[in-house]
C-alpha cells in the first residue's frame, strides 16, 4: 500500500486531502505554512534545538504543577501583549472553548443568568468543536450535529446597524475576526470595528478577538488588532503561535483575570513545556519590530510582483494574511495545478489564500510567484 492508500484506509476521510505525502522541507515551496502555523518555515535552528532540548530534559507534567518554559511563556506573550494572564490549550477551538466560557461567566457573576447570548459575525469562523461549530456565522457548518449549543446570535460584518439591533439585554460578548480567514480573508472595516468597541464599551458587553489565524505577527502586527488601534477584553490564540506544534492560549484583560476559578476549566495537556518551549523561541522572533516591519514588506512584495496578473480581480488581507480573487480561473484548480509544479497555496471560499511562513525568504518567494504568475497566466 501507498501512504495515500493506507491513510484513505485507516484514517477517517474527513478531509480533502490533495494527493501529495509531505516528508520534509525541501519538496515544495511552502506558501501556506500549514495554514499558518509553521510561522518560522521548517526546522528553524533555534526552534528546533528549544523544542529538543525541552524534550530530553522534560516532555510533560500535569497543570497540578509548575513548570518553567509555561511561566515564561506566559510572562513574555503577557509583556508583548499588555494582557493580565492566559490560560492554556491545545488547539483554536479550545482557545474559543475558553473565551466562550469565560465571556459567560463574567456575566453570570455579575448579572446572573440570562445574559448568555455571544454575537459572532456571519461568514465568521471559530473552530470544531460543538461549541465553536456553533459560534461559527456560515449555515453550511450547521448541518448533521444537532443540536447546537445555544447562545449565538449572528450578525452581518460592517453593518452597524444590524450589530446595534442584536445587541440587546441579554447579551455577554461580541466574537470577532479582525481578517475572517476560513470565510475567504476578508478584513473588517475600522468604522464598524470603532463601533462594536464604542456599543460593547456602553453596555459592558466584552469584545472577544479571535486572532487564531491573525495573530503571532501573521498581519505584520504581534496582534492584527494593533492595526486598529482596539484592545480586546479577552484574545484567542493559536496557529503560528508554537510555530508548529499544538497549542491555544486564550488571554485575559483586567476585567477577566479573575473569572476563571479552581475547578472551572482546565487541559490535561494545556502549557505542555516542550511547546511552550517552542513558543518562546516564536515570540522571541516574532515580537521584534524589525521582523514584523520585514513581515509587512514580504507582504507588499507579493502584491507588488502580482499587481501585473491580468487574471487577478483583486487582493485582500493584511501582512502575510492574503486572499487573491481570480476573474476566471477557479481556485481549487489553481492549488492543484500549483502543487503539480512544487508550490504549496491554501483556498478560502472562492480566493486562492497565501499565508507563507513568516520568515520566507525573497528567494522563495521569487520561485514560489514566478510559479503562481505562470498558472494564472495560463489560458483556460
Ligand atoms: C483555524 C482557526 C480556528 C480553529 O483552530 P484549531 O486549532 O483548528 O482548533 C479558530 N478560529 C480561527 C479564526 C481559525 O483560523
Known amino acids: 500500500m501507498t501512504i495515500i492508500e493506507k491513510t484513505d484506509k485507516y484514517v477517517m476521510q474527513s478531509y480533502g486531502r490533495l494527493p501529495a505525502v509531505?516528508?520534509?522541507?525541501?519538496?515544495?515551496?511552502?506558501?501556506?505554512?500549514?495554514?499558518?502555523?509553521?510561522?518560522?518555515?521548517?526546522?528553524?535552528?533555534?526552534?528546533?534545538n528549544a523544542v529538543c532540548r525541552q524534550a530530553k530534559l522534560m516532555q510533560?507534567?500535569?497543570?497540578?504543577?509548575?513548570?518553567?518554559?509555561?511561566?515564561?511563556?506566559?510572562?513574555?506573550?503577557?509583556?508583548?501583549?499588555?494582557?493580565?494572564?492566559?490560560?492554556?490549550?491545545?488547539?483554536?477551538?479550545?482557545?474559543?472553548?475558553?473565551?466562550?466560557?469565560?465571556?459567560?461567566?463574567?456575566?453570570?457573576?455579575?448579572?446572573g443568568k440570562g445574559r448568555h447570548t455571544i454575537i459572532t459575525l456571519k461568514n465568521s469562523f471559530h473552530?470544531?468543536?460543538?461549541?465553536?461549530?456553533?459560534?461559527?456565522?456560515?449555515?453550511?457548518?450547521?448541518?448533521?450535529?444537532?443540536?447546537?449549543?445555544?447562545?449565538?446570535?449572528?450578525?452581518?460584518?460592517?453593518?452597524?446597524?444590524?450589530?446595534?439591533?442584536?445587541?440587546?439585554?441579554?447579551?455577554?460578548?461580541?466574537?470577532?475576526?479582525?481578517?475572517?480567514?476560513?470565510?475567504?480573508?476578508?478584513?473588517l472595516e475600522q468604522d464598524f470595528v470603532d463601533m462594536v468597541y464604542m456599543l460593547c464599551a456602553e453596555k459592558d458587553v466584552l469584545v472577544i478577538a479571535d486572532e487564531v489565524q491573525t495573530g503571532a505577527g501573521r498581519t505584520g502586527k504581534f496582534l492584527c488588532q494593533e492595526h486598529f488601534g482596539h484592545k480586546a477584553d479577552i484574545v484567542t490564540m493559536a496557529k503560528g503561535l508554537f510555530g508548529g506544534l499544538p497549542g491555544g492560549v486564550c488571554l485575559f484583560g483586567e476585567k477577566c483575570s479573575e473569572v476563571l476559578t479552581a475547578g472551572t476549566h482546565g487541559s490535561t495537556y494545556g502549557g505542555n513545556p516542550v511547546v511552550m518551549s517552542g513558543g518562546i523561541v516564536?515570540?522571541?522572533?516574532?515580537?521584534?519590530?524589525?521582523?514584523?516591519?520585514?513581515?509587512?514588506?514580504?507582504?507588499?512584495?507579493?502584491?507588488?510582483?502580482?499587481?501585473?496578473?491580468?487574471?487577478?480581480?483583486s487582493i485582500d488581507g493584511k501582512g502575510l494574511m492574503l486572499g487573491i480573487t481570480l476573474k476566471s480561473k477557479n481556485a481549487k484548480e489553481v492549488m492543484k495545478k500549483a502543487l503539480d509544479n512544487g508550490l504549496l497555496v491554501l483556498v478560502a471560499k472562492e480566493k486562492v489564500r497565501l499565508l507563507p511562513p513568516l520568515t520566507i525568504t525573497y528567494d522563495d518567494l521569487d520561485k514560489g510567484l514566478e510559479i503562481l504568475i505562470n498558472i494564472l497566466g495560463e489560458k483556460t
Not at 502555523?37 to 528546533?48: H, P
Not at 466574537?175 to 475572517?180: A, G, I, P, T
Not at 522571541?284 to 496578473?309: C, H, T, W
Open 60 to 111: 510533560h507534567t500535569s497543570n497540578y504543577y509548575y513548570n518553567t518554559p509555561s511561566a515564561d511563556f506566559a510572562e513574555k506573550l503577557c509583556d508583548i501583549t499588555g494582557y493580565t494572564n492566559v490560560f492554556f490549550g491545545n488547539s483554536g477551538a479550545e482557545a474559543n472553548e475558553c473565551a466562550i466560557k469565560t465571556a459567560r461567566k463574567y456575566s453570570f457573576d455579575k448579572y
Open 127 to 187: 473552530g470544531r468543536t460543538l461549541a465553536t461549530i456553533s459560534a461559527t456565522g456560515q449555515d453550511d457548518f450547521h448541518n448533521y450535529f444537532f443540536p447546537f449549543l445555544d447562545g449565538f446570535v449572528y450578525a452581518e460584518p460592517n453593518d452597524t446597524v444590524d450589530l446595534a439591533e442584536k445587541l440587546g439585554s441579554h447579551v455577554c460578548a461580541v466574537m470577532l475576526e479582525y481578517v475572517q480567514g476560513e470565510g475567504g480573508v476578508c478584513p
Open 282 to 313: 516564536v515570540l522571541d522572533k516574532v515580537s521584534q519590530p524589525e521582523f514584523l516591519s520585514e513581515v509587512i514588506k514580504k507582504g507588499d512584495y507579493i502584491r507588488e510582483k502580482l499587481s501585473a496578473v491580468n487574471e487577478i480581480a
Open 22 to 48: 509531505i516528508e520534509n522541507a525541501e519538496q515544495y515551496i511552502d506558501f501556506g505554512s500549514g495554514v499558518g502555523t509553521n510561522s518560522l518555515g521548517y526546522c528553524d535552528d533555534d526552534w528546533v
